[in-house]
């Protein structure tokens, strides 16, 4: 059977970067991957339209109907060629929707999924301090903003992020109406390795999704040394979704700290969390008004990880409890995932941190060696409930 995979996401996010970086890791064959603009462009030029990266914008929202037309034909094209082709995995890429000035560009309808029938869907999403670099760094964006990186506001490009997972939610639910399941549709952070997206494109039967849960907020150094490292190991066996994959926290918490030492401030100055050296200044009310939606989006994003995953596995480094990875567990419990908690104390957590933490097929154990850990699972995973 055909493996089809829809991948989409919020505009400048990097999406068809990061995946042919990480495809160039994949030897021929075996596979398929098709860029969706590179087929409105073909349909658009034998119809007589010429349709580049720049004008598709504009000739979208002032030409709805033929871009509607071209783009339809587009996806009839990229069905036919599934159809006639031996490889097991097709990979279709294009943006979801996008809101800009009075209209709006629809990357796909109800019909072209209909049409395309993807098993699964994956967003594809970066933290919005780089969507804004991405754009500060590409010509022709920077100009549609007017070269002025006080109007690339992070409110906007939140909302951008927003409009899009809801457009495919809402079409997603529209299918399931119409009896076409989608196995998952995965909020996916572009920093995971390109190793776990190539687990997550062709060895998911062999190395199934486990999340792996940690205390995150006033623990950054340990999430850059310890996680790391047991993240990586885990990898070998597992495709490990890491909620650190995407970082808005980043500008909260600096917010939040810049905030709080001087109440008066009006901008804010953040480093950037990759490369820790250049530092952006972001007008305080814009990141106030992103913040709400901000938080929202990360709990929403952090529990549609544990939805989708067969298993998570708890790394508590740290002796107080974290509120996130509680929520977590109990989101996993309430989903049927296996739950595996590494917790090297001699004080007993919480009873509710234990109970969650036990919820594993045969152990009904909590663990002090995270290495031993690794074993329960990989000895277990053919026991995991969740189907």
């Given at each position: 059977m055909k493996e089809i995979a829809l991948l989409t996401g919020p505009p400048l996010n990097g999406r068809d970067e990061y995946i042919?970086?990480?495809?160039?890791?994949?030897?021929?064959?075996?596979?398929?991957?098709?860029?969706?603009?590179?087929?409105?462009?073909?349909?658009?030029k034998e119809m007589g339209v010429k349709i580049t990266r720049k004008n598709v914008l504009d000739f979208a929202i002032s030409h709805p109907d033929l871009m509607n037309e071209i783009r339809d034909e587009a996806f009839a094209?990229?069905?036919?060629?599934?159809?006639?082709?031996?490889?097991?995995?097709?990979?279709?890429?294009?943006?979801?929707?996008?809101?800009?000035?009075?209209?709006?560009?629809?990357?796909?309808?109800?019909?072209?999924?209909?049409?395309?029938?993807?098993?699964?869907?994956?967003?594809?999403?970066?933290?919005?301090?780089?969507?804004?670099?991405?754009?500060?760094?590409?010509?022709?964006?920077?100009?549609?903003?007017?070269?002025?990186?006080?109007?690339?506001?992070?409110?906007?490009?939140?909302?951008?992020?927003?409009?899009?997972?809801?457009?495919?939610?809402?079409?997603?639910?529209?299918?399931?109406?119409?009896?076409?399941?989608?196995?998952?549709?995965?909020?996916?952070?572009?920093?995971?390795?390109?190793?776990?997206?190539?687990?997550?494109?062709?060895?998911?039967?062999?190395?199934?999704?486990?999340?792996?849960?940690?205390?995150?907020?006033?623990?950054?150094?340990?999430?850059?040394?310890?996680?790391?490292?047991?993240?990586?190991?885990?990898?070998?066996?597992?495709?490990?979704?890491?909620?650190?994959?995407?970082?808005?926290?980043?500008?909260?918490?600096?917010?939040?700290?810049?905030?709080?030492?001087?109440?008066?401030?009006?901008?804010?100055?953040?480093?950037?969390?990759?490369?820790?050296?250049e530092v952006e200044e972001l007008d305080r009310e814009d990141i106030e008004q992103a913040t709400d939606i901000l938080r929202r989006q990360l709990v929403e994003r952090d529990f549609n990880l544990v939805d989708v995953s067969k298993a998570v596995a708890v790394y508590h480094y740290a002796e107080g409890v974290s509120a996130g990875v509680i929520s977590e567990m109990a989101e996993a419990y309430r989903t049927l995932a296996a739950i595996y908690l590494y917790y090297p104390f001699e004080r007993r957590p919480s009873p509710f941190m234990e109970f969650y933490g036990m919820q594993n097929p045969s152990r009904r154990t909590m663990f002090r060696d995270e290495d031993g850990m690794i074993r329960a699972m990989v000895e277990e995973k053919g026991y995991w409930a969740k189907a």
């Open positions: 042919c970086d990480a495809l160039k890791n994949v030897p021929e064959g075996g596979y398929r991957y098709y860029h969706v603009f590179d087929y409105i462009r073909d349909v658009g094209r990229i069905r036919k060629e599934i159809d006639g082709s031996d490889e097991n995995f097709h990979l279709v890429s294009t943006p979801s929707l996008f809101r800009w000035g009075s209209g709006s560009v629809i990357g796909f309808t109800t019909s072209n999924l209909k049409l395309l029938h993807p098993n699964r869907v994956i967003i594809i999403l970066d933290d919005v301090l780089s969507v804004r670099r991405r754009i500060i760094n590409d010509r022709e964006w920077f100009e549609r903003f007017g070269k002025n990186p006080e109007n690339i506001k992070l409110s906007t490009l939140v909302m951008w992020r927003e409009d899009a997972i809801n457009h495919v939610k809402t079409l997603v639910h529209e299918l399931k109406k119409e009896g076409i399941e989608v196995r998952y549709v995965l909020q996916f952070g572009i920093r995971h390795p390109h190793s776990v997206f190539l687990d997550l494109m062709f060895h998911e039967d062999e190395k199934p999704l486990v999340y792996l849960s940690y205390p995150m907020t006033g623990h950054e150094e340990e999430y850059y040394q310890r996680v790391r490292g047991f993240y990586d190991k885990l990898s070998e066996h597992f495709t490990v979704l890491d909620p650190g994959a995407l970082d808005d926290w980043w500008v909260v918490a600096e917010y939040d700290a810049q905030v709080n030492a001087d109440p008066s401030i009006r901008r804010i100055r953040i480093k950037h969390l990759l490369d820790g050296e």
